[in-house]
């Protein structure tokens, strides 16, 4: 009789055995499925989050380094002033699409009237020191705000978060570019124009925070945004109606240069996956990291795939153990049911019956009970995913709020690029699509985990298979 059809009347004759065998097939294939499709799934909703945050490098300043030092020694440290020429030379890499220089200082009004200046105001009245205000120095010099603005340097105003965003747009004139490096020019915006009489072509004049330096430039553009002022009894200082935008170099002319600078260049990269090659390629310049840092939203990246990283680790860890204990499960039961066939082996051999056909019959139930297990847990493992993968997520989740509220009472708010409060929370990923595709299923068919079962269940019908006829009867 053919072995593969003895196997098939060896399978129906011995039901119970089968059915223990499917079932433990079927909970190890279903799980380690699982584990499989929650991992992809958590890649997927990683790459996710890093696209939301978008593909931008920020390098600045190390405040959390800076502060250390200062802890450590008692002074506040003097970092060195970024060289233009390094950070121009970093845009060079093939990571990069394009990039912006941020630099924020304040100037004072030269004749200009601002928006929610209240008219006679005392002089001196509003008067804080410049640490208070984020911009170009910490120097000791003083900043009357009711009588000072501010102004953001740029390469591009395209390129800047409130233009890319929309809330700020080009009503008038031009925006600035990189070739207008160095010209004095800048954008007003359609509030404080209008309260000046003033429009694209006019030239006005704008003092350094020291009063040392005075420029006059010519208004390029007039743009409008729909940002406010936090509060309602802001300075005009705060007041982003007030706000300038001049080159990047033309900035410099006017920026206090003391203490320590403002400058931030946020690049551009092609694909989000090169942030970190882009960050490791960034470490050779001569850029110095004792003081600087890139940050890639790293903080808020982390914040939201915290929860799905740690399932993604317990997945991992259900494939490892289920894998070796279903494999364990699985010999014991083939050996066990092998050594109670011996008699029947025994027969065969006798009877003139090859020996890697009786091998190869014991390895066809095995296949196919395999299979039978292995396609039943395709239909039923999205289902079990998902329900692993959602409980997994709560739990993480759970315990990702206790912590950030033990760390921090509400949202931690900091200063970013143009001087304006920034939320720096984002909540976490509290979903995954959990769902069976075929690279989860050629894992599971090609993943070593089955080349253990086969391993497994072939090594123990060679030990469990009669040496000859003779020892068969014997016993």
Same mark, same amino acid.
């Given at each position: ?5 003895? $196997? ?32 992809? $799934? ?5 790459? $996710?989050?890093?696209?939301?945050? !978008? ?5 600045? %300043? ?7 030092? &200062? ?42 009237? %601002? ?31 009711? =009588? ?22 080009? +009503? ?28 694209? !072509? ?17 208004? @390029? ?32 002319? %006017? ?44 903080? %808020? ?11 993604? =680790? ?13 494999? +364990? ?20 051999? *006798?009877?003139? /019956? ?14 196919? @009970?395999?299979?039978? &297990?292995?396609?039943?847990? @395709? ?15 709560? *739990? /993480? +989740?759970?315990? &990702? ?33 959990? =769902? ?31 040496? *000859? ?7």
């Amino acid at each position: 009789m053919n072995f593969m059809k003895r $196997a098939i009347l060896s399978m129906k004759k011995r039901v119970g055995t089968s059915l223990i065998l499917m079932a433990v097939f079927l909970i190890v294939t279903t799980l380690v499925l699982a584990g499989f499709t929650i991992q992809n $799934a958590s890649k997927k909703a990683a790459d $996710a989050a890093r696209k939301k945050l !978008g593909a931008d490098v920020t390098l600045g %300043l190390d405040f959390d380094k800076l502060g250390q030092q &200062a802890r450590e020694t008692g002074e506040m440290p003097k970092p060195p002033q970024l060289n233009t020429k390094e950070a121009d030379q970093l845009a060079k890499s093939k990571y990069v699409k394009d990039y912006n220089y941020i630099t924020n200082t304040f100037g004072i009004s030269d004749g200009l009237k %601002l928006v929610g200046a209240s008219e006679g105001e005392e002089e001196g009245k509003g008067k804080v020191g410049m640490a208070a205000v984020r911009g170009g120095s910490s120097s000791g010099t003083e900043i009357d705000m009711n =009588s000072s603005f501010m102004i953001e340097g740029v390469r591009k105003t395209a390129l800047q978060e409130s233009f890319k965003n929309g809330k700020s747009k080009i +009503i008038d004139g031009k925006p600035i570019t990189e070739q207008m490096k160095d010209q004095n020019v800048a954008l007003m915006e359609k509030r404080l124009a209008e309260l000046n009489n003033l429009k694209v !072509g006019d030239k006005v004049k704008v003092q350094s925070g020291d009063k040392k330096e005075t420029l006059e430039v010519e208004i @390029i553009g007039i743009y409008e945004t729909n940002e406010q002022a936090m509060g309602q009894q802001a300075p005009p200082i705060m007041d982003p109606a007030n706000k300038l935008y001049m080159p990047h170099s033309t900035m410099k002319k %006017l920026e206090v240069d003391q203490g320590i600078s403002s400058i931030q260049v946020v690049y551009f990269l092609k694909d989000p996956q090169n942030i970190e090659a882009f960050k490791k390629e960034a470490k050779k310049s001569d850029i110095d990291f004792n003081y600087y840092k890139l940050d890639a939203h790293d903080s %808020l990246y982390k914040q939201m795939i915290g929860p799905i990283e740690n399932i993604s =680790s317990t997945s991992q860890m259900i494939i490892y153990i289920v894998s070796i204990a279903g494999a +364990i499960i699985l010999g014991l039961i083939i050996m066990l049911s092998i050594k109670a066939r011996r008699k029947e082996m025994g027969i065969l051999l *006798s009877i003139g /019956e090859k020996k890697w056909k009786l091998m190869a019959q014991f390895v066809v139930e095995v296949v196919c @009970i395999a299979i039978l &297990a292995f396609g039943l847990s @395709i239909t039923t493992g999205a289902k079990i995913s998902q329900f692993i993968g959602d409980n997994l997520l709560s *739990s /993480e +989740i759970a315990t &990702a709020s206790e912590e950030t509220d033990t760390l921090q009472n509400g949202t931690v708010m900091m200063s970013g690029p143009g001087g304006t409060l920034q939320n720096q929370k984002e909540d976490p990923i509290d979903k995954i699509d959990v =769902s069976v595709t075929g690279e989860d299923v050629g894992k599971m068919g090609g993943d070593r985990t089955s080349y253990c079962y086969i391993s497994n269940a072939s090594s123990s019908i060679i030990y469990s298979t009669p040496e *000859s006829k003779t020892n068969s009867f014997k016993r």
